[in-house]
């Protein structure tokens, strides 16, 4: 069963960084999209950053320039580095499987069962 768990998070004052870390357990040769969202009290869940299995990545406007997103397929584990953070990123931060859009990767049907898992969240505030 694929496991996710994120780590990182915690309070730091307006310009600071951050670096998030989702650690993925449970599976073996398959190749997963991962991505990032994060979720303000009282507000929807929004992306935030993807990447894939062949390493592309994709950022939400609001982060571009700011966030950067990374893998260490080996150890199974993406990482979200955050700088010049906003209050306006105050919010629960999730890690996300998601299936490959790379042409060429390591899958099989079973894998198919660790799409779409979520990660319980990290709590990223910052202070104005």
């Known amino acids: 069963q694929v496991r996710l768990v994120e780590s990182g998070g915690g309070s730091v004052q307006a310009g600071g960084s951050l670096r998030l870390a989702c650690t993925a357990s449970?599976?073996?040769?398959?190749?997963?999209?991962m991505y990032w969202y994060r979720q303000a009290p009282g507000k929807e869940r929004e992306f935030v950053s993807s990447?894939?299995?062949?390493?592309?990545?994709t950022y939400a406007d609001s982060v571009k320039g700011r966030f950067t997103v990374s893998q260490d397929s080996a150890k199974k584990m993406v990482y979200l580095q955050m700088h010049s953070l906003k209050p306006e990123d105050t919010a629960k931060y999730f890690c996300?499987?998601?299936?490959?859009?790379?042409?060429?990767?390591?899958?099989?049907?079973?894998?198919?069962?660790?799409?779409?898992?979520w990660g319980q969240g990290t709590q990223v505030t910052v202070s104005s």
């Open positions: 990447i894939s299995s062949d390493d592309k990545t």
């Open positions: 449970g599976y073996t040769h398959c190749d997963y999209d």
């Open positions: 996300k499987t998601a299936k490959p859009s790379a042409l060429v990767v390591t899958w099989s049907p079973n894998c198919l069962r660790g799409v779409d898992v």
